[in-house]
């Protein structure tokens, strides 16, 4: 990182559903390290819960998890609207595919487009699904799409650009939209993918992926030929998931968080391919797939290594835009912030 002193890029993100939706499990998973099984403990959100998360580097999220019992909705919509609703970032809204209430569900959340309409009109807007694990598999398709004619028509100016996710803590779709999501706050996304795409070339790996450090939610990725006839479309969160499941183990094995720095280089070999998992930045790792054998696994180590200062430089110019975007949000002292993880190859620390 640069050694001088850049100016934070605050972006205010609302987390706004129903009360017993999942916010807070989500959010704790994404940004805190929980496991699922881990979220059964938490209480519901009294008002609102800030927390102040720092993702690559100089982007920090001034995350709004607002309770959704109807006497605080009912607050945020009346005496609190001004203070709420301005200068929005992102809004995050949460639906429960259990509820039994659907319609005055869509009622709250057209008050709240509404709200935004009037205090942050450039507001980009995510809708979530949630829980869709409580859906047969074969259904949810249909389930989702019913769910999305509803939501779209209630979105108001926001209707042709609200995205919209299925999701579950139990699996990967929870970190496509999370990704989708953040990645949305990121600027020079084409300037990273073009990196990403001349470290490919260079050792000609099948796939290479750049996630966050923190959160493992993935960057960028970019996809060889080779790479496109993988049968799993949603690998990329798959790896997340797996990710954050092996930084507990190791949290688990060596006594240490899992918030903490727990490896630098982490690399497998098969007789199909060869995978390496290393540190780029301070804030980001690489993932790279690359066709089996020991000298291109020895080449692609190298040339990560090598490439290191070039994405460190790249870095600094994200941190330099960051910087230079005006943010109005109001600062927020309470919140946490995750640490990195660290460890050497196969050496435990």
């Given amino acids: 990182m640069e050694k001088q002193k850049l100016k934070e890029s605050k972006q205010k993100v609302l987390l706004m559903g129903k009360s017993g939706s999942g916010k807070s499990s989500m959010r704790n ?17 009294i008002d609102v819960e800030h927390s102040r998360v ?3 580097g100089n982007l920090v999220l001034n995350l709004w998890d607002c309770g959704g019992q109807d ?11 001004s203070y709420v609703f301005s200068e929005v970032g ?9 509820s039994r209430e659907f319609e005055r569900d869509l009622v709250t959340y057209s008050s709240v487009i509404k709200a935004l309409e009037d205090y942050s009109p450039r507001v980009k807007v995510f809708c979530l699904v949630h829980k869709m694990d409580l859906v047969q598999r074969e259904f949810r398709d249909t389930v989702f799409d019913e769910r999305k004619i509803n939501i779209v028509g209630r979105s108001g100016h926001f209707s042709k650009t609200v995205r919209l996710f299925q999701t579950t803590i139990w699996d990967q779709t929870l970190y496509k939209a999370w990704g989708k999501i953040v990645n949305s706050l990121i600027p020079n996304l084409d300037t990273i993918e073009s990196y990403l795409e001349h ?11 750049l996630f966050e450090r923190t959160t493992f939610l993935t960057v960028m990725a970019v996809v060889s030929e080779v790479g496109t006839r993988n049968p799993f479309p949603d690998r990329h969160e798959r790896l997340s998931n797996i990710v954050k499941t092996f930084k507990h ?3 688990n094995f060596t006594g240490s968080s899992t918030s903490s720095q727990q490896f630098d280089e982490f690399f497998t070999k098969t007789v199909r391919f060869s995978l390496v998992l290393s540190k ?4 980001t790792f690489v993932l790279v797939v690359l066709p089996p ?5 020895t080449a692609t180590r190298t040339n990560i290594a090598t490439a290191r200062d070039e994405f460190m430089k790249l870095e600094g110019m994200v941190n330099r835009d960051l910087s230079g975007i005006v943010d109005q949000t109001e600062r927020v002292e309470s919140g946490t912030t995750n640490q990195n993880f660290r460890r050497g190859g196969s050496r435990l620390e």
Avoid at 293 to 297: F, I, Y
């Fill in 29 to 45: 998973i994404i940004f805190s390290n929980y496991v699922a099984k881990d979220v059964r403990r938490l209480g519901a959100t």
């Fill in 54 to 56: 720092k993702f690559l």
């Fill in 71 to 81: 006497a605080f909705t009912e607050n945020y919509l009346t005496s609190q609207k």
């Fill in 90 to 98: 992102v809004l995050i809204y949460v639906f429960d595919i259990e």
């Fill in 199 to 209: 470290l490919s070339r260079s050792i000609d790996a099948e796939e290479v992926i």
């Fill in 249 to 251: 183990s190791l949290a």
């Fill in 280 to 283: 780029l930045t301070n804030n």
């Fill in 293 to 297: 054998g020991e000298a291109e696994l």
